[in-house]
């Protein structure tokens, strides 16, 4: 949407600029005093005032939708820090108690070696539990990799925004500096 108001605001200033031209052309003609002509430099210095005033309306929607863009960027910037504080640690620490466990499991296989009447069905449980571990695993790894993507592409995001937010600024600043140059 911002790329539409400066379109606006790009033919606003082109209006004006044509209204000027139109002005200094005719204020030359004017030099005779007809009252023709004097009504005419009235039509354009009200029309002049309107397309002004139609500018400085663009130039507040633009800054009103950069203000908006702004609070976007902050807030996803805080959310995904808020993300980053609340989440990864936790899938982090699941990741650990999971190799834990697997350790833990591992030594418990190689005890049950010792009885050999026992080994047999403490064998096929320990194969079932990991089974169950390295699945739990490979999902959390999943989740993560889904969480580092999501992360990307948030930066992504928030430099799109950027990006957005400093054509506008440019565009903004050649306006003025047109509007400066007319003056």
Request: proline share 2%; with cysteine.
């Amino acid at each position: 949407m911002p790329l539409s108001l400066s379109g606006l605001a790009r033919r606003a200033t082109g209006e004006f600029d044509r209204l000027l031209a139109a002005l200094a052309r005719q204020g030359q003609e004017l030099l005779s005093p007809g009252r023709e002509q004097r009504a005419e430099i009235v039509r354009l210095r009200a029309a002049l005032a309107v397309q002004s005033e139609r500018a400085e309306r663009l130039e507040r929607a633009l800054a009103e939708q950069s203000a908006a863009l702004s609070a976007v960027s902050r807030q996803l910037a805080a959310l995904v820090a808020q993300l980053n504080e609340q989440l990864l640690p936790g899938i982090d620490e699941r990741i650990h108690e999971t190799e834990r466990d697997l350790a833990r499991l591992a030594t418990r296989l190689l005890r049950a070696d010792q009885e050999a009447a026992r080994r047999h069905s403490r064998l096929e449980t320990a194969e079932q539990r990991i089974a169950d571990l390295r699945e739990r695993t490979g999902r959390l790894e999943q989740r993560t990799a889904i969480w580092r993507e999501l992360q990307a592409d948030v930066a992504r995001l928030g430099e799109d925004l950027d990006a957005l937010r400093s054509c506008a600024a440019l565009q903004a600043g050649e306006h003025r500096a047109a509007e400066q140059e007319q003056a």
